[in-house]
């Protein structure tokens, strides 16, 4: 199984910060990498998927970028609406999906 | 705009089967290049992947939890539908279905569903 690791696992930051969660594969995924925003009581919902194409609604403050077993979610202003949990998900060894543990985005 | 929604029991007791169903609505799954899939959350936990279905069928579980997941669908009603049998307490979690693209991301999700293990 390919694991992933998310780094931190939460962090505290303001409005306005720029914010960078990383996310790493225990092996080569090319670009078969997701990223998904989940707030509380709420369904995870696609950011990024392919590991740097925004996905359509998202705004533009979010960017990912990376290949290989590196990858970055970066957030260049944070908003109050980006308190959330984070979390990468790799689609390269299909069908056996796995996601990163979650970052925790919280307000300072 | 598609949607997704699931449905069933919230409780369920130890060693019985936890059955859910996810109705699909906007769109149909009978289409190519989708999978439909489960995904599970516990309370407080990441998200754990548990199968996949194509409209014809086809079915993909992770390993895990292989021996007590079936995956099934019903095009005519345009639902698909989970069954775990054996559960136990760390069957408790909310259960997600999602749409699957070609390329192996999930979008939408449905709602989510919390059942609950416990006698």
């Known amino acids: 199984d390919i694991q992933m690791t998310q780094s931190p696992s939460s962090l505290s930051a303001s409005v306005g910060d720029r914010v960078t969660i990383t996310c790493r594969a225990s092996q080569s995924i090319s670009l078969y990498l997701n990223w998904y925003q989940q707030k509380p009581g709420k369904a995870p919902k696609l950011l990024i998927y392919a590991a740097y194409t925004l996905q359509s609604g998202v705004p533009s403050r979010f960017s990912g970028s990376g290949s290989g077993t590196d990858f970055t979610l970066t957030i260049s202003s944070l908003q109050p609406e980006d308190f959330a949990t984070y979390y990468c998900q790799q689609s390269y060894s299909t069908p056996l999906f796995t996601f990163g543990p979650g970052t925790k985005v919280d307000i300072k | 705009q598609l949607q997704l929604q699931e449905s069933g029991p919230g409780l369920v007791k130890p060693s019985e089967t936890l059955s859910l169903t996810c109705t699909v609505s906007?769109?149909?799954?009978?289409?190519?290049?989708?999978?439909w899939d489960w995904i599970r959350q516990p309370p407080g936990q990441g998200l754990e992947w548990i199968g996949s279905i194509y409209y014809t069928g086809s079915t993909y579980y992770n390993p895990s939890l292989k021996s007590r997941v079936t995956i099934s669908v019903d095009t005519s009603k345009n639902q698909f539908s989970l069954r775990l049998t054996f559960v136990t307490a760390a069957d408790t979690a909310v259960y997600y279905c999602a749409r699957q693209s070609n390329r192996g991301w999930f979008d939408p999700w449905g709602q989510g569903a919390l059942v609950t293990v416990s006698s």
């Open positions: 906007g769109g149909s799954l009978s289409i190519s290049s989708y999978y």
